[in-house]
Every structure is written in structure tokens, then in C-alpha cells.
């Protein structure tokens, strides 16, 4: 069985005050429900978790009866950091769910081929990440005002969604991470700190994250191309 967490209990502070960027409309619809909708349609997949903030629970019921989304759902209240909502998230997965799909919900032109892609690394390797190469040259800097050095981009990755796990892998992970009381940023870098290998799996079509009122338009015409 696969389930896939869908993470989406994030605070939109870079939107600006009072926007939730979740529920703005993009190509026709709200922008969960993109994202919502590549999960849903999924053949890999059997059920979707998806982790919100308290007091949204109407909202994506809501969405969810309005789409007719077809799979299983379930609706949990995130925690104070996306490792904490990936948490709770995990916690609400089948007991038979052995691969677990995170995705960020704010996430919304991944590809089928991508999400089947982690689904199938993570069977062989135990954990993968949809990565881009990074292209542009990175410089180091020592307070932001001037370069330190010039980084080997050769080596550099650019990490997205989905972050794919064999979930007694991911739990361990994380369990590790609250145990030591440590802040991540990805769900990768708890595997990193048990040792667990992670594959890399390159992201073909542009697979663009909204964070700022500067990402909409360009998500919104990757989501109208046929």
C-alpha cells in the first residue's frame, strides 16, 4: 500500500498578511486543489492524508466535495513546524501503508511520471527526492554584502517535492529528529541523519514551489499547458 501525506498547514508568510496562498485561485480553481487533484488521480496512490491548520477542516472538506476527489481522505491538524505536521501526518497513515509520498501543498505541477518515479527509488533504495541540478553559479557570502567563494555547482542539487520513503524509514527518521530536538527543513535531512541513503531523482518538467505573490503566474501557465 502507498499513501501519500499532503502538507498543507503552512502559514503563508511570505503572501502577505491574510492571504492564504493555498485557497487563491490559479488556472480555475484554488491552488490545493491542483495539487490535491495530481495525488488524487494517481494510480500508485490509495489514500491522502492531508495536514492543515486548525480551523480549516470546513474549508477542505469543503474543496474536497466540491472537486469530487475519489480517494480516501483524512483530514489532521499540522504542528508548530512542517517536521512537526509531517509528523502528525504520518501518524494517520495506514498501518499497512509501506511507501509514504510527502508533498508540499503548495506544490501543484508534479508530474505523474515524478511521483511514480520516487515511488519506484524508494522501493530500491528506501528514500528519494525529486531534485533539480542547480545551473546558476552559487557564491558564499560571509554577512550578505560581499562573496566569500565560488561553490562547485557540479555537485549541487536543487531538492522539491515529492520526498519519498519507505515509511518505517521516514518514521525512524523522524523519530530520531524529535528524540534529539533538532530543526529540519526537508524530510530528507532526517534520513541523512541516520545514514540512509537517499536517491536523487531529477525533475524533467518544471516542478515550481508558489512562496511569493512572483511565483503565480508562472504556475498558472504551467498549469493551463495541456
Request: hydrophobic share 40%.
Given at each position: 500500500?502507498t499513501?501519500?501525506?499532503?502538507?498543507?498547514?503552512g502559514?503563508?508568510?511570505?503572501?502577505?498578511?491574510?492571504?492564504?496562498?493555498?485557497?487563491?485561485?490559479?488556472?480555475?480553481?484554488?491552488?490545493?486543489?491542483?495539487?490535491?487533484?495530481?495525488?488524487?488521480?494517481?494510480?500508485?496512490?490509495?489514500?491522502?492524508?492531508v495536514?492543515?491548520?486548525?480551523?480549516?477542516?470546513?474549508?477542505?472538506?469543503e474543496?474536497?466535495?466540491?472537486?469530487?476527489?475519489k480517494?480516501?481522505?483524512?483530514?489532521?491538524?499540522?504542528?508548530?513546524?512542517?517536521?512537526?505536521?509531517?509528523?502528525?501526518?504520518?501518524?494517520?497513515?495506514?498501518?499497512d501503508?509501506?511507501?509514504?509520498?510527502?508533498?508540499?501543498?503548495?506544490?501543484?505541477?508534479?508530474?505523474?511520471?515524478?511521483?511514480?518515479d520516487t515511488?519506484?527509488?524508494?522501493?530500491?533504495?528506501?528514500?528519494a527526492?525529486?531534485?533539480?541540478?542547480?545551473?546558476?553559479?552559487?557564491?558564499?557570502?560571509?554577512?550578505?554584502?560581499?562573496?566569500?567563494?565560488?561553490?562547485?555547482?557540479?555537485?549541487?542539487?536543487?531538492?522539491?517535492?515529492?520526498?519519498?520513503?519507505?515509511?518505517?524509514?521516514?518514521?525512524?527518521?523522524?523519530?530520531?529528529?524529535?528524540?534529539?530536538?533538532l530543526?529540519?527543513?526537508?524530510?530528507?535531512?532526517?534520513?541523512?541523519?541516520?545514514?540512509?541513503?537517499?536517491?536523487?531523482?531529477?525533475?524533467a518538467?518544471p516542478?515550481?514551489?508558489?512562496?511569493?505573490?512572483?511565483d503565480?503566474?508562472?504556475?498558472?501557465?504551467?498549469?493551463?499547458?495541456?
Amino acid at each position: 500500500m502507498t499513501s501519500a501525506i499532503l502538507v498543507a498547514a503552512g502559514k503563508s508568510t511570505r503572501m502577505g498578511e491574510g492571504v492564504d496562498k493555498l485557497f487563491l485561485t490559479v488556472a480555475g480553481r484554488p491552488l490545493v486543489a491542483h495539487t490535491w487533484q495530481r495525488l488524487d488521480s494517481h494510480p500508485d496512490l490509495d489514500e491522502i492524508v492531508v495536514v492543515i491548520r486548525e480551523g480549516m477542516q470546513k474549508a477542505f472538506q469543503e474543496l474536497a466535495g466540491q472537486c469530487r476527489f475519489k480517494k480516501r481522505f483524512q483530514l489532521v491538524a499540522g504542528g508548530q513546524e512542517r517536521q512537526d505536521s509531517v509528523w502528525n501526518g504520518l501518524q494517520a497513515v495506514s498501518s499497512d501503508a509501506e511507501i509514504v509520498v510527502i508533498q508540499d501543498a503548495a506544490r501543484p505541477c508534479t508530474s505523474a511520471r515524478l511521483i511514480a518515479d520516487t515511488i519506484q527509488a524508494a522501493r530500491e533504495v528506501g528514500a528519494a527526492v525529486a531534485a533539480q541540478r542547480v545551473t546558476d553559479t552559487i557564491k558564499e557570502s560571509d554577512g550578505g554584502t560581499t562573496i566569500q567563494r565560488t561553490i562547485d555547482r557540479a555537485r549541487l542539487w536543487a531538492v522539491q517535492t515529492p520526498q519519498t520513503f519507505r515509511a518505517d524509514i521516514i518514521r525512524r527518521a523522524l523519530a530520531d529528529v524529535r528524540q534529539k530536538g533538532l530543526s529540519i527543513t526537508d524530510d530528507t535531512a532526517a534520513c541523512e541523519l541516520i545514514g540512509q541513503p537517499v536517491k536523487l531523482v531529477e525533475s524533467a518538467a518544471p516542478n515550481p514551489k508558489v512562496t511569493s505573490p512572483t511565483d503565480l503566474p508562472f504556475v498558472e501557465l504551467l498549469l493551463k499547458i495541456p
